[in-house]
């Protein structure tokens, strides 16, 4: 995901030298692999989903547990994505305009999430706030509910998708360097107004680009809430745990119908991020030129 | 607006970036901050604008201390070497920008703010491009309106960070003749950092030459050209041959030559070098008279309208180069390898331990 602007810009420069057979070939391989593990699956999902027909897809959508789980899961992300913009907008900044001591360990501890596995992330926060953990039994005392409640979801689903705005903003901003910044300064302009009228504007299509990612994967992230949430009907249930739990049930269809929701989102994440990605490449070529 | 400096010094990390710099700019002036990279010379122009503050020193605008002034209470105007200008805003846009951004009572108008923008567009001979983007702008017409964005705030004070060092070398030239007219006109104090020394000497009033942190001399352009206070200003300033010799009394004795070095009167048997410019050997046919140092013709080159050549000192191996205007070399017809006379036409002596 994050390198992709750079490998465009290799392949325009690139002169052809394959063969026209091995390019075909190439190229069905890979379109053959695409359809095979990507559409094939995608195209199952909606058939399976439709199987029963409009009618129970539709019974099996607007069950009480599974809207509630459309709630939690609308909730989480309506709480993760504005923390994490906050913080990915504050940390690229830092990061891309500043240069202090640990800059690299920050950037390294940005990319924890993407290494550690999601469920280990999960287990961590039930060893701080679990009836076991550090701060159980103070936070019971208080009679405050972190583990098996939605607050434990948020904290999860906040970790996991930590880094996806913060890593598509730090290298477009490096790219663009400080100087429109410092010329704004100089014309009288003041830190906001700054950012609002020149930051802003520049890495807006990295903003929504992330955005759509940490929302993709908000929503999506099953193994770290599935540690924390207790996965309790009606209640601490997301999306892609209603799924799981339906499906060991054996309603396939309303598991289908269900994941077609998710299905649904990931089309329309894909649909905006090529927009954006695309945006966001011919802002860097600018700035590439411009220097 | 004057600009006074008093012992700035500045370092990042380990590298002392400035030592103790003190210069002062008077009102109106064009001054060129001229020196090699790494000579300290952007950091003090920073240092000026705001954008960097310094680690001891004061800086006084008219006689008032503005050292802990922000850089948007300085007025001052910024010319960035790579432009800054605001991609995602048309020309026009980049242009308003300083007066878009004032405080609610002091904002002109929507009418008066477009009036003066037409007005610097015209000053800057872009009426047509208005409506462009940055990226659809040439590299020369890109730094004019940088120029006029910043001119539009109407700073105090103008500094410019090598604002001609991106561009092709006609452009560089064309651009250079312009705002030294333009600073004829408006006489806003301007300070502008540059490397190439004759970028400085065309363009300024007064000349900084900067060394690793220090200034080396001040003046205006021809006092810095004639008369070089240190080596390293000889040797910046245009190209230079050197000569090491002892000098006394102020005699020099250098490749076996006795010359006049007024300025060492007090020097006894002491070692120095002698620099002299390459415009400044004459080559001779016949070595009649003292004064000239027989040489061999090594290697001839033409530069537009000069030639350069190159002579080895007979017996010795050093080279030294000479330059003579087209039509001289074409009266001289010299040949390589034929033996021919320097004379140096003027040497300024330094004597060794003077040297950094």
């Known amino acids: ?291 | 607006m004057s600009i006074e400096i008093e012992g700035i010094s500045k370092s990042f990390g380990t590298f002392a970036a400035l030592k103790n710099v003190s210069l002062k700019v008077p009102s109106g002036e064009l001054v060129a901050l001229l020196g090699p990279s790494g000579s300290g010379k952007t950091s003090l122009l920073r240092i000026i604008a705001g954008l960097e503050s310094p680690d001891s020193g004061r800086i006084l605008f008219d006689g008032e201390e503005a050292t802990k002034r922000q850089v948007q209470e300085r007025q001052v105007g910024f010319v960035f070497q790579h432009y800054a200008l605001f991609r995602h805003m048309t020309v026009f846009d980049n242009i308003a920008f300083g007066l878009t951004v004032k405080p609610k009572k002091s904002r002109p108008g929507k009418a008066e703010i477009r009036d003066k923008v037409h007005n610097l567009l015209k000053l800057i001979q872009l009426e047509n491009l208005a409506d462009r983007y940055p990226a659809q702008l040439s590299g020369g017409q890109r730094q004019r309106v940088a120029l006029a964005r910043a001119l539009a705030v109407e700073p105090q004070v103008l500094l410019l960070d090598e604002p001609f060092g991106a561009l092709d070398a006609k452009v560089r030239l064309e651009l250079r003749r312009w705002l030294r007219r333009l600073h004829d006109e408006i006489h806003v104090t301007s300070v502008f950092v540059t490397h190439d020394q004759e970028e400085a000497l065309e363009v300024a009033d007064r000349i900084v030459v900067m060394n690793e942190g220090r200034i080396e001399q001040e003046g205006t352009p021809s006092e810095v050209y004639d008369r070089p206070a240190t080596p390293f200003v000889y040797d910046f300033l245009g190209s230079v041959n050197l000569f090491h010799g002892r000098v006394h009394e102020g005699t020099a004795q250098m490749a076996g030559l006795d010359l006049s070095s007024p300025e060492n009167a007090s020097a006894q048997h002491a070692p120095a070098v002698g620099y002299v410019r390459s415009h400044d050997i004459a080559i001779e046919r016949d070595g009649n008279g003292s004064g000239a140092i027989k040489a061999e013709v090594r290697y001839l080159l033409s530069v537009g309208p000069l030639v350069r050549v190159d002579l080895v000192l007979s017996g010795s191996d050093r080279t030294i180069e000479a330059e003579l205007p087209r039509d001289e070399a074409d009266r001289l017809q010299l040949q390589v390898g034929e033996q021919v006379y320097a004379r140096p036409r003027k040497m300024r002596v330094f004597v060794e331990d003077y040297q950094i």
């Open chain 1, 1 to 291: 995901m994050v390198g992709n602007g750079l490998h465009k810009k290799e392949r325009k420069g690139a002169t052809v030298t394959e063969p026209a057979w091995v390019r075909w070939l190439l190229i069905s391989v890979a379109l053959a692999f695409l359809a095979l593990f990507l559409v094939l699956p995608l195209a199952a999902v909606f058939t399976q989903a439709l199987e029963k027909g409009w009618e129970a897809y539709l019974a099996a959508l607007t069950e009480p547990d599974t809207i509630s789980a459309i709630r939690l899961t609308l909730i989480t992300a309506a709480v993760c994505v504005p923390l994490n913009l906050f913080f990915g907008i504050v940390a690229a900044w830092a990061i891309a305009k500043f240069s202090f001591p640990g800059k690299s360990f920050l950037i390294t501890l940005i990319d924890l999430p993407f290494s550690v596995s999601p469920v280990v992330s999960g287990l961590i926060y039930v060893l701080i706030f679990g009836l076991q953990g550090w701060l159980g039994p103070r936070l019971q005392e208080h009679d405050i509910k972190i583990i098996f409640a939605v607050p434990g979801i948020i904290l999860a689903t906040i970790f996991v998708t930590f880094p996806f705005i913060a890593r598509e903003l730090i290298p477009l901003m490096e790219a663009q360097g400080r100087e429109e910044e410092e010329a704004a300064l100089t014309l009288g302009a003041s830190g906001l107004q700054t950012f609002l009228r020149v930051t802003f504007p520049n890495i807006k299509w990295g903003i929504l680009y992330g955005v759509i990612l940490c929302n993709a994967r908000a929503m999506g992230e099953f193994g770290a809430v599935s540690v924390v949430s207790g996965h309790v009907r009606g209640s601490t249930n997301t999306i892609p745990l209603q799924v799981e739990i339906l499906y060991n049930e054996y309603s396939y269809a309303a598991a289908f119908a269900v994941a077609s929701l998710l299905a649904l989102l990931a089309l329309v994440t894909l649909a905006v991020k090529t927009v954006s990605e695309w945006k966001m490449q011919q802002t860097i070529t600018a700035a590439e030129t411009e220097r």
